[in-house]
């Protein structure tokens, strides 16, 4: 089929902060110019650059209660961070429910998240999305082949949830280093943990039983924060405006360098190491984001050790 456009990305240094000890990060933004429309321009068109998120874990998320989320919510937190629950359209139950999965929280539920991959990334339909990933003025699209109606069985979906459910979380490394425990100790103290919550439990209604009841330490609430203006996209996303972003979970961090090809963090990429992703929180994370600034490098550094070691 004929491609809808090239997208060309650059990449532009906004600002240098400079750390405690005169160390200085620069922090990037990327850029996308579209060219060679296919289909007409796309003035108006809400654009946002994505990196691929890690998949450990997803099961025990995914059994995390709605009540749970909607108490973290109501909590009250320090440093006026407060935290929302995204609600969103549940295509399987057709009925709006807690987001959990995604940058922005826009789906419930492992399967939905899943379905929605399928069909928007790589055109394939399902029960859940049963129509064919083509707009209106895309002919060549709606009268290309298809493997069938859906292209991916009740079945499939299963296999696929059970598998991505079940993806068990690393193990940590370095845990009982001096070093790692001061770190961690500093996480909590600069007020990092008021989001990036350290342990959470699963509910005893989880749609895979061996995932109920269980203590979970995946670093995140789950809710969406406004993290400022400076990580704004501007694009809006169910309940959550541009600034607002779902907690990442930690978990599994210290090992993004070996699996990704890029090593890079936050939604689209920007960050090129974990210094540049803590100096980019603003918003409701401006009071942690600024301890972190003050901290001497000694005590950076053994912060550091710690998010590696998850």
Not at 66 to 73: H, I, K
Not at 118 to 129: R, V
Not at 194 to 199: D, I, K, L, N, T
Not at 220 to 230: A, P, R, S
Request: charged share 25%; with cysteine.
């Amino acid at each position: 089929m004929p491609g809808e456009g090239r997208a060309t990305l650059r990449w532009h240094e906004v600002v240098t902060v400079r750390l405690a000890g005169g160390e200085k990060v620069s922090l990037r933004k990327p850029q996308i110019k579209f060219a060679e429309l296919a289909y007409g321009p796309i003035d108006g068109v809400l654009t946002s650059p994505r990196v691929g998120e890690q998949m450990v874990g997803m099961g025990y998320l995914d059994a995390v209660s709605e009540a749970t989320l909607e108490g973290m919510a109501k909590e009250t937190k320090p440093d006026g961070v407060k935290g929302r629950v995204n609600r969103v359209w549940n295509p399987e139950t057709k009925r709006m429910e807690a987001g959990r999965f995604g940058y922005k929280c826009n789906m419930p539920t492992l399967r939905a998240q899943s379905a929605g991959a399928f069909n928007g990334d790589i055109g394939i339909t399902s029960p859940l999305f049963p129509d064919e990933n083509c707009t209106s003025v895309q002919k060549a699209c709606q009268k290309a082949p298809n493997g069938g109606s859906p292209e991916l069985s009740a079945a499939q979906l299963d296999e696929v949830e059970f598998y991505l459910a079940h993806l068990d979380v690393p193990p940590r490394r370095n845990a009982a280093d001096p070093v790692v425990k001061r770190g961690e100790v500093r996480f909590a103290e600069i007020g990092c943990a008021a989001c990036h919550r350290q342990e959470l439990k699963t509910g005893d209604g989880a749609h895979f039983p061996r995932l109920a009841g269980q203590t979970i330490r995946p670093y995140t609430d789950l809710l969406v924060h406004d993290m400022g203006k400076g990580l704004s996209d501007r694009r809006p996303d169910g309940l959550a405006s541009g600034s607002e972003w779902r907690t990442s979970p930690l978990w599994g961090l210290g090992l993004t360098a070996a699996v990704s090809e890029s090593g890079f963090y936050l939604h689209d990429g920007r960050a090129r190491s974990l210094v540049e992703a803590i100096v980019w929180h603003g918003g409701e994370a401006t009071k942690a984001r600024d301890r972190f600034v003050r901290l001497g490098k000694d005590e950076r550094e053994a912060l550091l050790a710690f998010l590696n070691s998850l």
